[in-house]
């Protein structure tokens, strides 16, 4: 892998994985996520007090806590990053496939200097890994019956 191509990779990579936990909290709390690659639309859900997806009541602190305005935005931002993210778009930047600029396919995610700013890439790495971790320890102690 050429170093220009590291961005789009993290980046798609950390969608994922936030997809996956946020998607493995929701069948924690006993719905099943939709077909797609938007699990960040739960977070309203998740997030309002008193909300029937949210089965365990006592995660509404940490979960607000967890995914406080800035938080939100940057996971808004990598999912819209995803391909359909944004719907059905052939020009909207994205992690994996080119897109279309004046009707020609010009760009790539690999070495597109939308994806080079490595602080960018930092802040999506720890957000990721928050995010990861907090929904991880909910579900451990879910698992065990215990409070967080």
């Not at 961005?7 to 994985?17: E, F, I, R």
């Not at 992690?95 to 995610?109: I, S």
Request: aromatic share 8%; charged share 25%.
């Amino acid at each position: 892998m050429r170093e220009a191509d590291v961005g789009c990779h993290v980046a798609a990579l950390c969608a994922q994985t936030i997809e996956k936990s946020l998607k493995g909290y929701v069948l924690l709390n006993g719905a099943s996520p939709a077909m797609n690659h938007r699990p960040d639309k739960y977070l309203a859900n998740l997030l309002t007090k008193g909300d029937p997806l949210l089965r365990y009541r006592e995660h509404h602190g940490h979960l607000s806590k967890l995914f406080d305005p800035e938080t939100k935005s940057a996971v808004r931002n990598l999912f819209d990053l995803t391909p359909g993210g944004l719907g059905n778009r052939v020009d909207a930047t994205n992690t994996e496939y080119p897109w279309v600029e004046g009707g020609e396919w010009k760009h790539a995610p690999c070495g597109d200097a939308t994806f080079s700013d490595r602080r960018m890439l930092e802040g999506w790495l720890a957000v990721t890994k928050r995010i990861r971790d907090t929904l991880r320890k909910l579900w451990i102690a879910v698992d065990r019956g215990t409070a967080l």
